[in-house]
Antibody, heavy 122, light 107 residues
Framework: EVQLVQSGAEVKKPGESLKISCKGS????????IGWVRQMPGKGLEWMGI????????RYSPSFQGQVTISADKSISTAYLQWSSLKASDTAMYYC???????????????WGQGTMVTVSS | DIQMTQSPSSLSASVGDRVTITCRAS??????LAWYQQKPGKVPKLLIY???TLQSGVPSRFSGSGSGTDFTLTISSLQPEDVATYYC?????????FGQGTKVEIK
């Protein structure tokens, strides 16, 4: 079964760092782009960025460039989203999702992780 | 950056009604348009890609149309299980953008 399994919920304080993960299985992890999507409480979906695990080519939305870092470790079929200094406004559900087709970055997301809830509060 | 604008932001319709949601891109995106359904508390689900191609397993009452800047998602006969928020997404470049969402409720 093709699936993405994300790490568990996190509660952090402002200023702390965080790295959440997304592990792919059931398919060739290096051949499909993985994207990250933010959903703030009660709000819509926001496209953050994507990474191609095969060569770690990464693209960011201008809104998230410099705010987060997307990375991948193809040896363990895992993509990451990390923050160096969290803010209360980072409180949200974060989803990883896989592109529908191999190789191409210009594609819809057909497989989604279950989401990781990140809560930042003092 | 290309902006995606959905309308309406919410709607209420009766079971069996035909429902249409519109998505407009601020620039032409050919047919690089997807529609997702997100039920309350659930993970988004891909319904349609390439503007009009139904994802495997999606009921045929869902359909999509459009090209360039104007797109529509149609539910031919609204069912109770279709209560959800629907999002369009453009993906014509390596930066995707979602619409703000349309919440569909049963009257």
């Amino acid at each position: 079964e093709v699936q993405l399994v994300q790490s568990g919920a996190e509660v952090k304080k402002p200023g702390e760092s965080l790295k959440i993960s997304c592990k792919g299985s059931g398919y060739s992890f290096t051949s499909y782009w993985i994207g990250w999507v933010r959903q703030m409480p009660g709000k819509g979906l926001e496209w953050m960025g994507i990474i191609y695990p095969g060569d770690s080519d990464t693209r960011y939305s201008p809104s998230f460039q410099g705010q987060v870092t997307i990375s991948a470790d193809k040896s363990i079929s895992t993509a990451y989203l990390q923050w160096s200094s969290l803010k209360a406004s980072d409180t949200a559900m974060y989803y990883c999702a896989r592109s529908r087709l191999v190789v191409t970055s210009a594609d819809a997301f057909d497989i989604w992780g279950q989401g990781t809830m990140v809560t930042v509060s003092s | 950056d290309i902006q995606m604008t959905q309308s309406p932001s919410s709607l209420s319709a009766s079971v069996g009604d035909r429902v249409t949601i519109t998505c407009r891109a601020s620039q032409g995106i050919s047919n690089y348009l997807a529609w997702y359904q997100q039920k309350p508390g659930k993970v988004p689900k891909l319904l349609i890609y390439a503007a009009s191609t139904l994802q495997s397993g999606v009921p045929s009452r869902f359909s999509g149309s459009g090209s360039g800047t104007d797109f529509t998602l149609t539910i031919s006969s609204l069912q109770p299980e279709d209560v959800a928020t629907y999002y369009c997404q453009k993906y014509n470049s390596a930066r995707g953008t979602f619409g703000q969402g349309t919440k569909v409720e049963i009257k």
